[in-house]
């Protein structure tokens, strides 16, 4: 799943491309929303929210769309953008363009249109974002709280507590914190939970000014140990794993060094 970073992007070729520009193209393959017509409408403004990205429009409508695993938006000029075969494509999902431009959202999971002040119903829930303006580290830090009994790498991947963390950059926080995603968050103090939740913020944000690198310190490195099992890991040499982690159908994969991460309860 694209993690909060991506989408941040995502949202970002968007607005470049499409806002205060009438929309010459509109097209919605999702239902009943097939029948919306936003052509002569001007794009204000694309925003991202956590992994959702919203898309507000002069009318007082927004377009809310959230790529899910395997969803992704592509931005290109209008004379290049509809290969053989775009009419019948099924994976394209969403078509918004301009004169110059064509934005197409393909295997999007999510795709709603609603009052842009009805935005809250749709991500209302979603905890403090990562990338955002209003980023607030001590609500994060107390939403985490409210439930000390849950594993930290399941309390990360919650967007009501932060929004923008999945399963790549979880195990990346856990493994430069050298705390084990399966401990509970309660028997982290105070100072360890705040570095945990800084960590967080640290790199996201850093990914975007090293254009897609993670700044640690004094060098730069994208992954440590994300879909490198087996790999030695850079801190020990112990051989890399990973195992699962939350409730069904919550759960999800993470990646972790049995040695400088020892899950509680495990040899």
């Not at 999945?166 to 968050?185: N, Q, Y």
């Amino acid at each position: 799943m694209p993690e909060g970073d991506a989408v941040w992007r995502a949202a970002r070729r968007l607005h470049d491309a499409l806002a205060r520009r009438p929309i010459t193209a509109w097209e919605l393959r999702w239902g009943r929303l097939g029948a919306s017509d936003k052509r002569g409408r001007t794009t204000l403004e694309v925003v991202p929210r956590g992994k959702h990205v919203l898309h507000r429009l002069d009318d007082g409508w927004t377009l809310h769309t959230h790529l899910r695993m395997d969803g992704r938006w592509a931005v290109g000029p209008v004379g290049r953008a509809r290969p053989r075969g775009f009419a019948s494509d099924p994976s394209i999902r969403v078509l918004v363009g301009t004169a110059e431009s064509l934005a197409t959202g393909r295997k999007l999971g999510m795709v709603d249109l609603v009052p842009t002040d009805r935005e809250h119903e749709l991500v209302g829930h979603l905890g403090p974002d990562l990338l955002g303006e209003d980023w607030d580290a001590e609500e994060a830090l107390r939403r985490l709280r409210e439930r000390p009994d849950r594993p930290l790498g399941a309390a990360l991947l919650d967007q009501s507590n932060l929004a923008g963390i999945g399963t790549m950059w979880d195990a990346e926080i856990c493994f430069l914190e050298k705390v084990s995603p399966w401990l509970p968050v309660g028997s982290l103090n105070d100072e360890a939970l705040a570095a945990v939740v800084a960590r967080a913020h640290r790199l996201l944000t850093g990914t975007l000014r090293f254009q897609g690198s993670v700044s640690t310190g004094d060098w730069r490195d994208p992954l440590y140990i994300y879909g490198k099992p087996g790999r030695p890991c850079p801190g020990c040499a112990t051989p890399l794993t990973k195992a699962s982690i939350g409730e069904a159908p919550e759960q999800r994969e993470l990646y972790f060094c049995p040695r400088c991460q020892p899950v509680p309860g495990r040899d």
